[in-house]
């Protein structure tokens, strides 16, 4: 059987040595170092994960599977916390009753067939470039601020940013410059690795993991601060897949739709001040700013971030 037809279930099946043989498979046929077959526990659900290396780049494996995606607003009871913070929003923005709004920013619900595929367990920023520490951007930056060791820098100026990473010792671990791209451009960047971007499909499946809640770890989220004012709060917490997904609403994702952004609204609602509640709807796992997807694709866009995420299709 192509391991692209492996179903969730039949993954389930499969006793540790039979799931590691598979996995090892898998790693052969597509050009990928095995980094290990566990268990994995997250929003009191608990599945087997694969995890894969290529190019430094970590890669969870996700069955073939028919899921439901999308989300109804009409049946989503928020905890008196959220309606709150909503109706505080409701004033000052004009905003329909809370199931409709909630209905109008999540994508609808559909069932859908998903061959089995591998997803990045990062998003790919298509605007960082590696360089070597002896390129001239970079050096001109260390002749500037000096070593930082231990410590990680980004600087920006009339032309490319220019980030490093400095180990223990003050040497240059690592370094990139960030260019202002295109969505085309990074698409094309992730090509050129062997991957692709995952589709909008693929990125609510990846993200909520099968889940039917409005997050990927249930219906509830904290209605007295933001995701942003919440550093320890569960969204930075990887996902059912081990993915760290949906986490920070100024670091949304592209799809292989370009109109379509995932996990995110480059943080205008956070940054607006607009209630907490609206700004925990931003990393819902079905969550759809149309406008926003839209802009972002207008000549009037600009972003120094443009973040994919990587999938891989199976042999």
Partial sequence: MPHADLTAAAWRDLSDESATEVARAIASENDLALIGVRAREYAGRRQRIAVFERDGLRFSLLPADRVTLGFDGHRFTPTEAQAESYADSVDEYDLPPLAEHVDAMTSPVRTVDLPAVLVGIEAFDGCRVDVDADDPRVQEVIAHLGPKPGCEITSTGDGDGVRIRFDQDGGIAEAQVIEDVTYADAVRRVTELGLRPASPDEWEYACGAGATTLFRWGDDCRGDRSPYDDPDGVQHKPNLWG?????????????SEPTIVCGGDGGGTE?????????????????????????????????????????????
């Fill in 243 to 255: 993915l760290r997904i949906g986490q920070d609403s100024y670091r949304h994702e592209w799809t």
């Fill in 271 to 315: 940054c607006g001040g607009a209630g907490a509640f609206l700004a925990w709807l931003t990393l819902a796992t079905a969550y759809r700013d149309v406008d926003f997807g839209e802009w972002l694709n207008s000549p009037a866009a600009y972003s120094d971030t443009l973040l994919l995420r990587p999938a891989i299709d199976l042999k």
